[in-house]
């Protein structure tokens, strides 16, 4: 080789030479690419692949297509919409779709398709919430109208994540075989363990690189392993095994808003019960002292480095970097000495020298609950409960078996919880006093009057775009607000990032902020995927 | 051949019946007490976007609006007639689901059940007729440690060993990945199978072994083999030929009244190889609250348990001719 360097023709050649081999690899990429992918990330889910029972709900729902979607920055783009209108008075909706849309057997899509499906999915009682529709239809080929009970902003989520269905085809069997418009079709699903799903066809969208997909319905453990054996393209792990590696696949983390977080009882105890017997109070949760001075001692970024190997990122709210979120949420932590001048400014102090500041002859004392089986949790909150000794907190942290009596506690006690949505929904789920104590929303029966009109303003507003102010002035308008500067109800700890292991010939393109709950969110575009050799 | 006569029938399907009604009268109490609140487990992560209104229609939906004893009710009406509900997670009926899983699990039971059958047979009399030898020392020694090794544990040593270290075996499921179960080969089957049916195999032989050493240690004690020995017959002519019979008879009802443990393993084996047959159906059906298939695997296992219990009844019969002698002089 040295030969050829020492002459400019023979550098000439050199160049020529691999400029064939550049040409040579191109040519054969094709040849040595695959054509079927294999997934394990988790998401097998419980009712089968009926869009109006909630299939598909987070990321992709593959073998339908959706009215709208969500882009890589979460931004809201037509899909099987070609055009939208929302009512001067917000109720009513008015969407134009594609004429080219096919389901996987080769039949029209038509606006009688959506309305069926939205009519149905409202009716199946399912986990698909269509309570504030009054009614879906169609008013010609292409065009269907949607009209709402009331107002309501959120609804807007519903056409993103509700995968249209085939009115002729849809029946008691169609969950486990699904046809629809999205870009693949099922060919078989073997429950808890894998299912299969080919192109489709018809799709009218870009013909995804893969033919052939199989997602794997095995456990962490035995995914792992898989990946290990070189048998998955693709496998999401726990955060704890992110730190391993695994040869022939790079780390893939995923930023998302799965956040978690401690929920405070912001009453009084005065001796009162739900209606099922659950106590209700806190008199030291109920100091908003206490709270912030917890929020600014909290060391965050320890949080990531210790209990989340680094895979994360702290929270400051329940919706970080989501378009609703409020960017004056983030504030200075691991500040103990900020903290004990709050405790010391609204009167506790530590008077019997015990370490721990009481005020009134109550301790500043309380439980941290987690359910036991979740590990991250727990960690939490043994973590937190050591940050917050040195300013004079004494929080006694405690597992329960199960959510049911983690329930009875939640008004009471403080609460390891976690949440992430791209709805909004959630946040007034989590503020609202309006609906607080029903199911899990607003346990603690926080109430801020400001905080509830900006909340009940934003699901009112004349449509999403006007409702995103209103979501940030709940949490702080300037002078009150739901985050840490305001009443600080919850103390936000950190946002989980998802940790996924992929092939390093895969490029899965740019992922989306995942929400809660992750594994399937990753494929929502796994039409854009493609193998690189 | 032994008569099967109509009296014995019937009242063996009086004893199923009623076992069924009880099973299912228990489970049903057992899964209505369950701290498990299946609508919470399946709403799961969405909890926020899902109003109270909508909770309640997935209530109704499940027909968990109404009290437990209606519910039974309604329930058994159906199941008598062959009707045994929807599966909530499969979206299936619920015999449909049992009938596919349990072909699944059929090929892992059954290998499983052979093996150790013929193997602990063999050990036994092994150990039996050499007693105190280097080979009799062995078997016990291995099948007092291996009966008391839970089964799952065995397991995932055989999928650390075989599978991640060694890479010979597959590391989960009943065919390869993207292969369907319809397009799979016998060996990728087999090939799949082998692990799971050996650590049930491996734990199951414990127990007739120790048994089958047992009788053959009586059986060579008895007045027929040491004739036999006197008559110039070796130690093995005399187990295998005259003691066989004798000890094959308690060692093959003991492998069929051991249906229910084969059953119980084989739940904790499936879960450990993601092998989806009937076992991994019943924890999933457990964890996320599917009472119709759990209530639906319940009397199936009661029915399989009983047909073992009731196959080795019969076979009683037929190897031990005295047996059925005397429950004919007994009318």
Known sequence: ?533 | MHAISPSFCLGKLGRLALILSLVSVLAFTLVSLSPVDPVNAYIGIDRMQISLEQEQRIVKRWGLDRPAPERFAIWAGHALRGDLGQSMIFNEPVTTVIGKRFVTSLWLMASAWLLSGLLGFVLGVTAGTNRNSFADRVIRVYSYTLASTPSFWMGLVLLAVFSVSLGWTPICCATPPGVSPGDATLWQRLHHLILPAATLSLIGVAQIALHTREKTIDAMHSEYALFALAQGESRAGVAWRHAMRNVALPAVTLQFASLGELFGGSVLAEQVFSYPGLGKATVEAGIRGDVPLLLGITLFSAVFVFAGNLIADILYGVLDPRIRIGAEEAR
Not at chain 1, 140 to 155: A, M, P, W
């Open chain 1, 1 to 533: 080789m040295h030969v050829f360097t020492q002459c400019r023709a023979g550098r000439l050649l050199l160049a020529a030479l691999a400029g064939l081999l550049v040409l040579g690899t191109l040519a054969s990429a094709p040849a040595l690419a695959r054509d079927t992918l294999t997934l394990a990330v988790k998401g097998e889910p419980d009712d089968g692949y009926d869009p109006t029972l909630g299939w598909g709900r987070y990321g992709n729902p593959l073998f339908q297509s959706t009215l709208l979607k969500r882009d890589e920055n979460l931004n809201i783009v037509n899909d099987l919409a070609t055009a939208r209108s929302l009512s001067e008075d917000g109720l009513t909706w008015n969407l134009t779709i594609r004429e080219d849309a096919r389901f996987s057997d080769g039949s029209k899509l038509t606006a009688e398709d959506v309305a069926y499906t939205f009519n149905t999915a409202a009716k199946a009682g399912g986990k698909v919430d269509l309570i504030n529709m009054d009614k879906a239809e169609a008013t010609g080929e292409y065009g269907v109208r949607i009209t709402l009970k009331k107002r309501d902003t959120t609804f807007i989520n519903r056409l993103i994540s509700l995968g249209i269905v085939p009115k002729a085809l849809h029946g008691p069997g169609y969950a486990r075989r699904p046809v629809g418009s999205g870009p693949y079709k099922m060919v078989e699903w073997n429950e808890g363990q894998q299912m299969i799903a080919e192109i489709n066809p018809h799709y009218y969208g870009d013909k995804p690189f893969f033919k052939r997909l199989v997602f794997l319905f095995t456990d962490e453990d035995t995914s792992f392993a898989a990946a290990k054996a070189g048998k998955v393209d693709v496998v999401v792990v726990p955060q704890a095994l992110a730190v391993q590696t695994i040869p022939g696949m790079v780390l893939h983390p995923v930023k998302s808003v799965d956040n978690r977080g401690l929920m405070f009882p912001c009453v009084p105890d005065t001796g009162q019960v739900t209606d099922k017997g659950a106590p209700i109070g806190n008199d030291v949760t109920a100091d908003p002292a206490i709270r912030k001075a917890i929020d600014v001692a909290v060391d965050r970024e320890l949080l990531v480095r210790g209990v989340l190997e680094g895979f994360g990122r702290p929270a400051y709210g329940p919706c970080d970097g989501l378009p609703w979120d409020n960017p004056e949420n983030v504030f200075k932590d691991a500040d103990p000495d900020a903290a004990r001048k709050i405790l010391a400014d609204a009167g506790w102090k530590d008077t019997d020298g015990d370490g721990i500041v009481e005020k009134d002859g109550v301790k500043a004392e309380f439980t941290v609950i987690y359910p036991a089986d979740r590990a991250i949790r727990q960690y939490l909150a043994l973590a937190v409960a050591d940050m917050l000794r040195p300013v004079g907190i004494h929080a006694v942290v405690e597992g329960k078996r199960s959510w049911d009596e983690i329930k009875h506690l939640m008004h009471s006690e403080v609460i390891v919880f976690g949440w992430g949505a791209h709805d909004p929904i959630e946040v007034y789920q989590l503020y609202s006093s309006h609906h607080a104590g029903e199911g899990f929303n607003n346990p603690g029966f926080y109430k801020n009057d400001k905080v509830d009109e900006y909340l009940d303003a934003a699901v009112a507003a004349e449509n999403y775009e006007a409702s995103l102010p209103l979501w940030r002035k709940a949490q702080w308008d300037g002078t009150t607000g739901s985050n840490g500067l305001g009443d600080a109800p919850w103390v936000w700890l950190v946002n989980l990032e998802h940790t996924y292991f992929v092939s390093e010939h895969l490029d899965v393109g740019v992922s989306q902020v995942e929400p809660h709950g992750h594994g399937w969110p990753v494929t929502a575009n796994i039409q854009k995927w493609t193998w690189k050799d």
